[in-house]
Structure formats: structure tokens, C-alpha cells
């Protein structure tokens, strides 16, 4: 059974960082991709980042705008967003999700296969 399991979300203020992360256990294969959406309240859940596991394809939301970056420790199983000059506009819960296929580059949600339990993250101004 696949399990992904998230950490790192918190309050910070406006201009500060923070890294999320995400460790994936009990998969079938390599050949997947993992990602990051989020969903502030009273808006729906949307794509941040994406990375495919093996070949390490890389994709962004335009909003991202440089200031986050997605990787994977294959060793560790383990996806990371670092999160730089987050803004107030960036508070929201966080998930981790994993898309065995098919699947597009800017991860849908009906393509998720399996989401983490999210994480808060709230940037103050």
C-alpha cells in the first residue's frame, strides 16, 4: 500500500522560507511522479509543482514565479518544495500527491492517485 507522508508546513511571515516535505513508501515501481497543489479556503485545490521520479522532469504553476523549487532524494524516497519569499497570497494547505499514470506534466487532480493528509502553511504580512 502506498502511503505518502507530509511535514514541514508552519506560520511564517511575508519574505521568509520554508521546506516542505514528503516521503513516499510501499510503491509498486519507479515510474511515477509526484507533486505539490494546495487549496486555500473557499478556492479549489490547485497545482504547484511536479517532478517525475526517475527522469526528474521538472514543472511549475506560473504564479511560482521562481521562488520555489521541487526535488527528490531517490535515496531517502523522499520529495522536498523549498519555498522562498512567500507572499500572503501563498497561505494554504499543502499536499503531496503521486500519479502512477497516465498523467501530464502539470499534474490534474484526477490524475492523483494518492494525496498526503496536507499541511498548513500561513505566510503573515
Known amino acids: 500500500q502506498v502511503q505518502v507522508v507530509e511535514s514541514g508546513g508552519g506560520l511564517v511571515e511575508a519574505g521568509d522560507s520554508l521546506q516542505l516535505s514528503c516521503a513516499i513508501s510501499?510503491?509498486?515501481?519507479?515510474?511515477?511522479?509526484m507533486g505539490w497543489f494546495r487549496q486555500a479556503p473557499g478556492k479549489e485545490r490547485e497545482f504547484v509543482s511536479a517532478?517525475?521520479?526517475?527522469?526528474?522532469?521538472?514543472f511549475y504553476a506560473d504564479f511560482v514565479g521562481g521562488r520555489f523549487t521541487i526535488s527528490r532524494d531517490m535515496d531517502k524516497d523522499t520529495m522536498f518544495l523549498q519555498m522562498n519569499s512567500l507572499k500572503p497570497e501563498d497561505t494554504a494547505v499543502y499536499y503531496c500527491?503521486?500519479?502512477?499514470?497516465?498523467?501530464?506534466?502539470?499534474?490534474?487532480?484526477?490524475?492523483?492517485?494518492?494525496w498526503g493528509q496536507g499541511t498548513q502553511v500561513t505566510v503573515s504580512s
Open positions: 510501499g510503491y509498486p515501481r519507479r515510474s511515477f511522479a
Open positions: 517532478i517525475s521520479w526517475i527522469r526528474e522532469r521538472i
Open positions: 500527491a503521486v500519479a502512477f499514470g497516465p498523467y501530464s506534466d502539470y499534474l490534474a487532480t484526477e490524475e492523483v492517485d494518492y
